[in-house]
């Protein structure tokens, strides 16, 4: 049996915090999207107000500034100030090295970046005391994971997450997500006949990693997304990408009963089902895989669902007992995830093998793969006629634009 080594690193984001505090100078954030707006939370949280936040020269002539946002230039913030400190708020700033950054900002004392400000909002924080006290759990889920890589792959993610260093993360990182072991590992390899559902489909990038991973070889996908602002865009996509009629969009909640829900309706990643109506919240409906499918097949379901992933599996029990089909989920919304979805898995289909694998450099979009591709129904047994109507369901109040 294996085990998990916990590191024994302090917490690297507080000690930074000190660190930016302690030297004085005027703090900008690189960046102004998503990842700055957290990290400025986080900031404010721990008593660190930034001086203002900076962009690419080409980018100030298309933004508005006002006295509550101070917006630079990288050229504007070297000519002002001769020496400050600077935190990458983006994906690709997550790296060891920054040598790059150092020459775009040469009167910096300091380059880094905050590991841990996903772990706040709709992510549940994953802590050394929660770990420790579960040692045995994710131990077990440690010792299903079937190859080296996997079990890898899952401590550095834990020690990420307690030591709250994005660094464990960097050599473990596989694009694109979902589909990075295509044609590397047999139970994860993908045919020329899927049945993809894309739970969470967002705009259709999922959807347009898959086509690139297949060469546009398929038999059929079902995209599910929920919010009225993503389908639009997801319309869109597939009206231009996949004419042919293969694709049906479902704008409802994947859980576990057919029901009205509060979704907050926001038109980003993080768009998700809520218990109570917060502000922002809509009304939409939710189904079940199962129920949508009404016993017609599917091969591969990829699922990022916002933390609702094991009510999305118990919605889809007899699809998958019916097809074992390949799942790809993710698995780090949840403190619990990884063992709570494995042991759901393995007890529904004790031949499914799992893999895990992380995706971004941070600590999220880390996904947990089940495959019984040798033992159940393959994706080349499934055969649908191709060219069929697309099927498009028009949810209450939402527009279409280029309708299908």
Request: hydrophobic share 35%; aromatic share 10%; with cysteine.
């Amino acid at each position: 049996m294996g085990n998990i080594h916990l590191s024994e690193e302090y917490s690297r984001d507080e000690l930074l915090v000190r660190e930016l505090k302690a030297s004085g100078l005027p703090l900008f954030l690189y960046g102004i999207g998503l990842i700055a707006d957290t990290a400025q939370v986080y900031l404010s949280e721990n008593g660190l107000q930034p001086a203002g936040r900076v962009i690419d020269d080409k980018y100030v002539k298309d933004l508005p500034s006002g006295p509550e946002e101070h917006l630079l230039s990288i050229s504007q913030l070297n000519r002002q100030y001769p020496a400050f400190n600077v935190l990458l708020c983006f994906f690709g700033g997550y790296r060891n090295d920054l040598s790059k950054y150092h020459e775009l900002f040469p009167g910096a004392n300091s380059i880094s970046f905050l590991s841990s400000i996903y772990d706040r909002g709709v992510l549940e924080p994953l802590d050394r005391d929660y770990v420790s006290s579960n040692i045995g759990l994710f131990n077990q889920a440690y010792d299903l994971l079937e190859d080296k890589l996997s079990k890898d792959s899952l401590e550095a993610y834990i020690n990420a997450k307690i030591t709250k260093d994005a660094s464990h993360l960097f050599s473990f990182v596989r694009r694109p997500q979902y589909f990075s072991e295509h044609n590397t590992i047999k139970d994860l390899t993908l045919t020329r006949e899927e049945i993809l559902i894309n739970c969470g489909a967002f705009t259709g990038d999922t959807i347009r990693d898959f086509l690139e991973t297949v060469g546009n070889q398929y038999n059929k996908i079902y995209a599910c997304e929920p919010d009225s602002h993503n389908i639009r865009k997801l319309s869109d996509y597939i009206h231009a990408a996949i004419p042919d009629g293969t694709v049906t969009i479902v704008p409802k909640c994947i859980s576990d009963k057919t029901q009205t829900v509060y979704f907050l309706n926001e038109g980003t990643m993080l768009s998700r089902k809520v218990e109570a109506p917060v502000p922002g919240a809509v009304s939409v409906e939710s189904t079940t895989i199962d129920e949508m499918l009404d016993s017609s097949p599917a091969s591969l379901i990829v699922m990022d669902v916002e933390g609702n992933e094991l009510k999305a599996l118990q919605g889809a029990r007899q699809t998958i007992l019916q097809y074992k089909p390949l799942l790809a989920l993710a698995a780090y919304h949840k403190k619990d995830d990884i063992p709570v979805l494995i042991s759901y898995l393995k007890t529904l289909v004790p031949e499914y093998r799992f893999y895990f694998r992380v995706h971004k450099p941070m600590a999220i979009d880390a996904v947990l793969y089940a495959s019984a591709r040798e033992k159940g129904c393959n994706a080349h047994l499934i055969r649908l006629p191709q060219n069929q109507a697309v099927t498009k369901f028009d949810p209450p109040g939402v527009e279409f634009h280029n309708s299908l």
